[in-house]
C-alpha cells in the first residue's frame, strides 16, 4: 500500500490469525467467526458472508482482508465504493496460500515477513514422500452431502499427506453428491474435518459403514496461517489413527 497501514480489519479467520501472530495491534476489527488466537481485542463486524458494512466503514480502516471463496463480491463492492481499500486473496492450493500470506502481510499491511511463514513452508517442504497413497472421500456439510471437489486448499494439503481426494476431478469445488454414491466410491478412508459442519464421532462416522473415518482439525486443514506450521503433524496423526499407512 502506498501509505502505511495502521488498522486492519479481516474478513477471514485464517488471515485474522496471520495478522494477530505478526502484529496483533493493527486489527481493529474481526468476524464472528475469528476464533484464534483466543481474547481478540477488536470489534466483531458480522460473519463472513454477512460483514457489517456500515460497521467497517466506520472503524476507519486502511485496509480490509479478504478471500474470494470466504467472502462475498457485493460486499467487498460496497466497502471499495465507500472508499475502503481491499485486499482480495485467492487461495487453492498450499503454494498460493504462501504466496497469498506473503503479500497480505507484506504488501497490503507493510510487515516485515513473519518467521512463522518461514517455518510453515519449511514444514511442508521437509514432508517425507508418502510411501502409498489411500483415496478419500472429504465431506464439508451433510443434510445435504457435501465433499471437496477439485482445486481446494484443502484438498491440496491431503495429496501432500498420501491422501488422494476422490473428487478432485469433479467439475465443481463443492460438490452435493449423494451418501450413496459417496460410499459406492469405495473410499479407503472418509475425513470428516470438525468445520465448516462440525464432524464428531457421533456425528458422520456412521454414515461410512466399514470405512475408516479420520476425525481431523478444521483448523489444520483449512486454515491458511500460523497452523500450517503443525499441520503436516496434526493431520498424519489423525489420518493415520484412522488408518495407518505404510510410511
Known sequence: ??????????????????????????????TDWCSHPAGLDAV??????????????????????????????PDLDALRAAGVPVL????????????????????????????WLDEAEAAWRDLPVPAHRRSAVVPVWRRPWMVLGRDTFAGDLLARLGVD??????????PKVPLAELTAAGPDLVVLPDEPYRFTADDGPE??????????????????????????KVLRSALDAAAPSAA
Request: charged content about 20%; hydrophobic content about 45%.
Open 1 to 30: 500500500m502506498a501509505h502505511r497501514v495502521r488498522r486492519v480489519v479481516s474478513l477471514v479467520p485464517s488471515l485474522t490469525e496471520a495478522v494477530a501472530a505478526t502484529a496483533p495491534g493493527l486489527l481493529v476489527g474481526v
Open 44 to 73: 466483531r463486524v458480522g460473519g463472513t458472508k454477512n460483514p457489517d458494512v456500515a460497521r467497517i466503514t466506520a472503524l476507519a480502516p486502511d485496509l480490509v482482508l479478504a478471500n474470494e471463496e470466504e467472502n462475498r463480491a
Open 88 to 115: 482480495l486473496t485467492v487461495v487453492r492450493d498450499l503454494p498460493s496460500a504462501f504466496a497469498e500470506l506473503h503479500r497480505a502481510l507484506t504488501d497490503g499491511c507493510g510487515l516485515p515477513r513473519p518467521r
Open 165 to 174: 481426494n476422490l473428487y478432485a476431478g469433479h467439475a465443481e469445488r463443492y
Open 207 to 232: 454414515a461410512f459403514p466399514g470405512v475408516p473415518a479420520a476425525l481431523v482439525s478444521g483448523r489444520h486443514l483449512t486454515w491458511y496461517g500460523p497452523s500450517l506450521a503443525e499441520a503436516p
